[in-house]
């Protein structure tokens, strides 16, 4: 074999260099860098997430329009829809409404802040020598699932400037409307009742047909006094609430509302103010109630029903919960397993549609946040349109459902909270709501980890 001469390996090396830098150069354009991506393993995709601001201690201090939050996909690095709520002793700062508020950081990242995002758009864990052009400095986040294993991973970068962002808004609040719109679903609040839903939807994208099963959610109380002198009770129209301030952001919408209802005459309880979460992929909101006074001082017993009622326009349907795996089918006429209906408090509910079409439903789940001895949440079940339930826009019951609490008498005075979740379901069958279950039963994980300056 022939020697190469000196200066041919020059040009050789030369040339080979050249090629290198070509290629490098042409793989990193603005927010396109490639990254070597370890394996994404995760396979939930309805989970919301959230990172407190401690938890990323690294960017505190850095301006909020300077975080930018990537995943990777196809071996770039993509922007993905993220937000950060700013919180100020504990408690949400609004934008929003006449109750909006400004933090006191000035609009910087703080360890009391809240930043959010949907577990469906992590990607990979890679190796982030190579950064998005213009970050500084970041984290890494990778989420867990404790159930089987799988993992994914974010990427939250501090620009030197406003920070690139995904073009996607997945939530949409409809003030004048009192509508919250998501790519998933749609909900809605009567005009007369604004406590009430009176609207829910879900959408095309998500499995649905885009066709109301909420005729309104219905709240009733009743309570029998001592020696049964008076009878009282008060319904969802009995209520005062109205949205006092609100976050409207690109994965979740935050909704202040301000709430009391009338108790004798004119006289309202105290207010109580409640803040809802909509989410992409679902929605959890706190039902209170606010006891003035100890109720068994007045009344023997006292109770509280909250259901939603359906129009009779959606047929097909069967409910399920926890003690009732094989469902009872809605069709306004009360059979004899609907009337034989097990009511044991459950863990879960689900109303779905039963036909090849159209099997989307939904998911729901109440958490008591305090435990009372004789204070029970047994299932209300009734299926029944000869019967009147007003106020109401279709007379009667087409699957009413939900739950009761029963023995408020025994609370002392104070305000006492349930927080319930919601998630729309594509498609149905029994055993898929322990992908709903495990959001509260087995969260996701999460471990952040400031990545090495470059």
Not at 45 to 53: A, E, K, L, R, S
Not at 123 to 148: C, F, M, R
Request: charged share 25%; glycine share 8%.
């Amino acid at each position: 074999m022939r020697r190469m001469k000196p200066a041919g390996r020059k040009r050789r090396f030369w040339l080979l260099l050249a090629v290198a830098i070509g290629g490098w150069l042409s793989l990193t354009p603005a927010h396109a860098q490639t990254a070597a991506a370890v394996g994404k393993t995760l396979t939930r995709t309805i989970d919301p997430v959230t990172v407190q601001g401690r938890e990323i201690g690294t960017l505190n201090g850095t301006p909020i329009d300077r975080l930018g939050m990537f995943a990777v996909d196809g071996g770039k690095w993509t922007p993905i829809p993220f937000q950060v709520d700013e919180r100020l002793a504990g408690e949400y700062v609004f934008r929003s409404g006449s109750g909006a508020s400004a933090d006191t950081d000035r609009g910087l990242l703080d360890a009391d802040d809240e930043v959010a995002f949907i577990s469906a758009d992590a990607g990979p864990a890679v190796d982030a020598a190579s950064w998005p052009a213009g970050a500084q400095k970041g984290v890494e986040i990778t989420l867990y699932d404790p159930a089987d294993g799988g993992r994914a991973a974010v990427y939250l970068f501090a620009f030197s400037g406003p920070a690139p962002r995904s073009p996607k808004d997945y939530v949409v609040y409809h003030v004048d409307r009192n509508e919250i719109e998501t790519t998933d679903y749609l909900i809605g609040y009567h005009p007369q009742a604004p406590i009430s839903i009176d609207k829910l939807i879900v959408k095309p994208a998500a499995g649905g047909n885009g066709q109301s099963v909420a005729d309104r959610q219905k709240i009733r109380m009743e309570a029998i006094s001592i020696w049964n002198l008076v009878h009282f009770t008060r319904n969802e129209n009995d209520f005062q609430s109205s949205v006092i301030a609100y976050n409207d952001g690109p994965v979740r919408i935050l909704r202040k509302t301000r709430n009391r209802v009338i108790l004798f005459w004119r006289i309202p309880s105290p207010s109580v103010e409640l803040t809802s979460v909509y989410w992409k992929t679902g929605m959890e909101f706190p039902i209170s109630l606010n006891l003035p006074f100890r109720i068994s001082g007045l009344f023997r017993e006292a109770k509280l029903k909250i259901y939603t009622d359906s129009p009779p326009n959606v047929p097909n349907r069967r409910f399920y919960n926890q003690h009732n795996p094989a469902g009872v089918l809605i069709d306004g006429r009360m059979q004899e397993n609907e009337i034989h209906f097990d009511r044991r408090p459950s863990d879960w509910q689900v109303v779905a549609g039963t036909t090849a079409q159209h099997r989307e439903g939904w998911f729901s789940r109440q958490i008591f946040l305090q435990e009372h001895d004789g204070v029970t949440l047994p299932a209300f079940y009734r299926d029944d349109v000869s019967v009147p339930d007003p106020p109401e826009q279709f007379p009667g019951c087409f699957g009413c459902l939900g739950f009761e609490i029963q023995g408020v008498e025994r609370l002392d005075a104070g305000i006492y909270s349930l927080k319930v979740q919601m998630y729309p379901m594509p498609a149905y069958r029994p055993g898929d709501e322990h992908r709903y279950l495990n959001l509260v039963d087995q969260p996701l994980r999460k471990v952040v980890r400031a990545l090495s300056s470059r």
